[in-house]
T-cell receptor, first 110, second 112 residues
C-alpha cells in the first residue's frame, strides 16, 4: 500500500487559511489522493479527492503537485468546527479499501 | 440520507465472550466496509462487501472474526472468544461504487 507522510499536528487561528501538507513520493499513476477528517468521537468524514488536477468543493481545495508526489489540503477560512484529525490517503485505482495513516491533528485557536 | 447507523454505540464484555455488532448503511449504497481503530491510530481496513458478496478481507481479520451481509443491506460483525487486544472502535462505512465512503460513528468495544 502506498504511504503518505503528514505532520503530526498543526495549529491555526480562526478565520485564517490553513494549508495541510501531505507527501506521497511513491504514488503510482492510478492512485487517487483522498482526504478525510475525523472529529472527536465521530467516524471519518470525506473531504475531497483528486487524481491529477486541483479540485475545489464547498469544504476545501486540493492542490496537487505537478509530479503528484505531494498535495496540500486548503481550508480557506478555518472555523472552530474544523478542529479534527485530517487524513491524507492514497486509494489505488480499482481498490475499495482506504489505508489511513496517523493523520494531522489540526487545532484551531479562537 | 439518514447516514450510516451502528449499534450498539458501546459494548463492554468479559474476555472470552462473543460479541456482535450491527451496521445499517445508507439505503441505496451497495458497498459496505468494516474498519477498526485503536487509540491514537487511524482506522484499519478489515473487510468489504459489494451487495451480499464479501470481496476483500484483511489479514487483520483472524478466524475469530466473521462478517456477514446476508441480504445486501445491513451487516453484522461478530468476534468470537474476545481478547484484550480486540478493544477498539469498530467503524462501518458505505458507498456507491467509486464514490466516497460515508462512515458511522462506530461501536466502541471494551474487554474487561
Amino acid at each position: 500500500d502506498a504511504k503518505t507522510t503528514q505532520p503530526n499536528s498543526m495549529e491555526s487561528n480562526e478565520e485564517e487559511p490553513v494549508h495541510l501538507p501531505c507527501n506521497h513520493s511513491t504514488i503510482s499513476g492510478t492512485d487517487y489522493i483522498h482526504w478525510y477528517r475525523q472529529l472527536p468521537s465521530q467516524g471519518p468524514e470525506y473531504v475531497i479527492h483528486g487524481l491529477t488536477s486541483n479540485v475545489n468543493n464547498r469544504m476545501a481545495s486540493l492542490a496537487i503537485a505537478e509530479d503528484r508526489k505531494s498535495s496540500t489540503l486548503i481550508l480557506h477560512r478555518a472555523t472552530l468546527r474544523d478542529a479534527a484529525v485530517y487524513y491524507c490517503i492514497l486509494r489505488q485505482g480499482g481498490s475499495e479499501k482506504l489505508v489511513f495513516g496517523k493523520g494531522t491533528k489540526l487545532t484551531v485557536n479562537p | 440520507d439518514t447516514g450510516v447507523s451502528q449499534n450498539p454505540r458501546h459494548k463492554i464484555t468479559k474476555r472470552g465472550q462473543n460479541v456482535t455488532f450491527r451496521c445499517d448503511p445508507i439505503s441505496e449504497h451497495n458497498r459496505l466496509y468494516w474498519y477498526r481503530q485503536t487509540l491514537g491510530q487511524g482506522p484499519e481496513f478489515l473487510t468489504y462487501f459489494q451487495n451480499e458478496a464479501q470481496l476483500e478481507k484483511s489479514r487483520l481479520l483472524s478466524d475469530r472474526f466473521s462478517a456477514e451481509r446476508p441480504k445486501g443491506s445491513f451487516s453484522t460483525l461478530e468476534i468470537q472468544r474476545t481478547e484484550q487486544g480486540d478493544s477498539a472502535m469498530y467503524l462501518c462505512a458505505s458507498s456507491l461504487a467509486g464514490r466516497a465512503q460515508h462512515f458511522g460513528d462506530g461501536t466502541r468495544l471494551s474487554i474487561l
